[in-house]
């Protein structure tokens, strides 16, 4: 029997460090996989760019049997969902996205580097080696099972809009999620020992607009209703919604309006980052937001927005999937660490369907969405290793 093929071994230690030396001895075909993804630019918001690298991800799976499948999306780039069969059981969903924030023609100023122990690169880290990762366990296990049938089915979905909200991928990722057993998110780890995200908050994006009435500064100064005072009076009370005791914050983030110095400005306007760790306070800030009322009673006001990504919180089932990872981690020689973040993912949409979710299983590196963008090649081994043992276990 193939020594690797065993799903309990009898001395753990020594098949993890088996599983180890499998991917150590391979490090460079991920590095040449991670490589071509980098260099194929896939922002957002051009549609033929996420296109092309869905299409190149879809040949990449299909070579290890996947059964592919496109989800054609209007205006945004298609979704690439990857079924393979398994042995009877619930699939495992494995979950990310090949989008990044980066316009095309950042590799010319941003190239993608080996360099020492680092690769560099628009969407290295966030992430493009979380796919990669995919691939390559992928591969492991059909090396390692007989036929090269995987112990379950799993299905793999990357999505072209993470960037930008999900708003085209998010009722597919949520049917995928209602059917699986357990959903793995590869976006990138956190911090310098790539820890898991076991939490992450909530998001919601708001508009504060304000009407005034416009007139002449220097003719008619007192027949104007200055929008922007108004707004700034609004700003101070909308910034004191913060809590920090319950890490909910509050940020005015873009404020425009008004035409020329010499006007009073008839409107004016605030975008508004909400961040909530606990779903139950969701109702709560949004009620306060829409409870706003204008000082000026010549002004008005209109909101507009929500909650868009529910809060990720740290359930009993979240919980037992990091122990899963955090003892396939230990049996590999580390000790695989957890936090809690800001950020959002599509992790949050699964989350908050009850089904368990582990987030932060991708590269571990810096710089996401910044030009030092970077992952850390020797960890791309034990990460490779710890995704495969997380889908045959989870
Ligand atoms: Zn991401």
Known sequence: MNPLSQKRPATPGAEAQRRLSYFHERRDQIVSTIRDLVEIESPSDNKAAVDRIAEAIAEKFSHLGGEIRFHRAAGVGSHLQVNFAGKPARPLLLLGHYDTVYPLGTLARMPCRVERNKITGPGVLDMKSGIALILHALAA??????????????????????????????????????????????????????????????????????????????????????????????????????????????????????????????????????????????????????????????????????????????????????????????????????????????????????????????????????VHEHIVISELPRRAALLAGLIEQA
């Open 141 to 370: 296990l059909q090396d390692w099972h007989k036929a090269g049938e995987l112990l379950r089915p799993v299905t793999v979905f990357l999505v072209s809009d993470e960037e930008i909200g999900s708003n085209s991928s998010r009722a597919i990722t949520e049917a995928l999620a209602r059917r699986s057993a357990a959903v793995l998110v590869l976006e990138p780890s956190y911090g310098k020992h790539g820890a898991v995200k076991t939490a992450r908050k909530g998001v919601g994006e708001y508009c504060v607009r304000v009407t005034g009435q416009a007139s002449h500064a220097g003719l008619d100064f007192e027949k104007g209703v200055n929008a922007i005072r108004e707004l700034a009076r609004q700003i101070e009370k909308i910034s004191s919604f913060t809590d920090l005791k319950k890490r909910l914050t509050v940020n005015v983030g873009i404020v425009s309006g008004g035409s020329r110095t010499n006007v009073v400005p008839a409107e004016a306007e605030a975008q508004i980052d909400v961040r909530i760790a606990r779903l139950k306070d969701a109702a709560g800030i949004d009620k306060k937001l829409r409870s706003l009322r204008p000082r000026n009673r010549k002004c008005k006001i209109e909101i507009t927005g929500g909650i868009n990504r529910p809060p990720m919180e740290r359930t009993v089932g979240v919980a037992a999937l990091y122990k899963q990872a955090a003892a396939i981690a230990r049996d590999l020689g580390w000790r695989l660490e957890e936090a809690a973040v800001g950020g959002g993912s599509d992790g949050n949409f699964t989350a908050g369907l009850g089904i368990p979710t582990l987030d932060g299983l991708g590269g571990v590196g810096d710089g996401a969405h910044a």
